[in-house]
C-alpha cells in the first residue's frame, strides 16, 4: 500500500505549544526582549513602575563585584605565605640555638665540678694560720652564745625522770641562800645531749638557761671558792657551758693547772678561753 501525498485540504495537527517556565531569576540573568502589543505610553509607565519598585539587579552585582575584589586583594599571596614560613623557621632556628648553648654549658659546668669532686682534697690547708685564726672566730661566737648557760656537773638521773627546774631551782636557792620555794626565772634545763651512761658511770651533765646574766655570774661567783656543793646527798659542781673546742683547749693546758697550786700560784679562768695567773704583782694570760 502506498502512502499517499497529503493535500492541502487536509486537516493538520496543531502544533504542541512551546513550555514557557519563568524561573525567579530569569529576570535579572537573561536579557530577552517580549513581544508586546502595549501601546508606547503603557510600556514606558510600565518601565518606570518596573524601576521605581525594585533595587538595579545591575548595581547590585556590581557592587558584590567590587566587594569580592576587595577581599581577594586582602588575601596574602603565595610569596607572602613563604616571607612567613620562612620567618618561622628562623625564628625556631635561633630558639633551638639558645637552648642548644644553654645545655652545652650546662654540661661543661657539670663535667667541672665532677672533675673536681674526683679530686682528692689536699691533706693540710693551703694556709694553716688563716684557718686557725678562723676556727677560734667561730668558737669565740658561738661561746658568747652560751654566756647564759651553767653546766651543772654530778645530779644523779632519776626513773622517772625528775623535773630538772624545781630540783635546780630548789639548789640554786641554797647556794644564793634564799627561800628554797624562790623563783629562778630560766628558759629550759635539760640533760647534755649524749647516750644514757650506763650503771656505775657518772651522771650525764645538765645545761641550764638562764633568763638574766647577772644571775648567771652571780652564781659563778659564788661557787668560785667552792668547787662542790653538797645538795641533797648529792655533790654538785658548775661549770661555764663552754664548746667541745674549747674545753679541748682548757684540756692541753691542764698540766699548767696542775703545778701551779703545787707553788700556791693563784689563777682564774677566763671567758670563752683564757688562763690568767697573778705572779710577783703582775697579771700573766694564755690565749
Not at 525567579?24 to 517580549?34: A, E, I, M, V, W
Not at 519598585?53 to 547590585?60: E, I, Q, R, V
Amino acid at each position: 500500500m502506498v502512502r499517499g501525498k497529503r493535500t492541502s485540504t487536509d486537516p493538520k495537527t496543531p502544533a504542541r505549544p512551546l513550555r514557557t517556565s519563568e524561573r525567579f531569576l530569569d529576570g535579572y540573568l537573561l536579557h530577552t526582549s517580549r513581544p508586546t502589543t502595549c501601546s508606547p505610553s503603557a510600556t514606558k509607565m510600565a518601565d518606570a513602575a518596573s524601576s521605581s519598585s525594585g533595587p538595579d539587579p545591575t548595581a547590585a552585582i556590581a557592587r558584590l563585584e567590587v566587594r569580592l575584589e576587595s577581599i581577594l586583594a586582602g588575601m596574602p599571596t603565595k610569596a607572602d605565605l613563604a616571607d612567613m614560613l620562612s620567618d618561622l623557621h628562623a625564628s625556631v632556628r635561633r630558639d633551638v640555638e639558645e637552648v642548644r648553648g644553654e645545655v652545652t654549658d650546662l654540661g661543661n659546668r657539670v663535667s667541672r665540678l665532677e672533675l673536681a669532686a674526683a679530686e682528692m682534697p689536699p691533706s693540710t690547708p693551703t694556709n694553716p694560720e688563716a684557718y686557725s685564726e678562723l676556727r677560734r672566730l667561730v668558737d669565740d661566737v658561738d661561746n658568747r652564745g652560751r654566756r647564759n648557760k651553767l653546766r651543772i656537773r654530778g645530779l644523779k638521773e632519776l626513773d622517772p625522770p625528775e623535773q630538772l627546774e624545781e630540783v635546780l631551782s630548789r639548789f640554786f636557792n641554797t647556794v644564793l641562800g634564799r627561800d628554797p620555794a624562790s623563783t629562778i626565772e630560766m628558759h629550759r634545763a635539760q640533760r647534755a645531749l649524749r647516750p644514757k651512761p650506763q650503771e656505775g658511770d657518772p651522771p650525764c651533765d645538765i645545761v641550764c638557761c638562764f633568763v638574766s646574766y647577772r644571775l648567771k655570774e652571780q652564781l659563778l661567783k659564788l661557787t668560785r671558792n667552792a668547787r662542790a656543793w653538797e645538795f641533797e646527798g648529792q655533790s654538785l659542781e658548775l661549770y661555764h657551758d663552754l664548746t667541745p673546742f674549747t674545753l679541748a683547749a682548757c684540756r692541753h693546758l691542764r698540766p699548767i693547772t696542775q703545778a701551779l697550786p703545787t707553788r700556791h700560784i693563784p689563777y682564774r679562768w677566763g671567758f670563752p678561753l683564757a688562763h690568767t695567773v697573778l705572779m710577783d704583782g703582775a697579771m700573766h694570760s694564755i690565749h
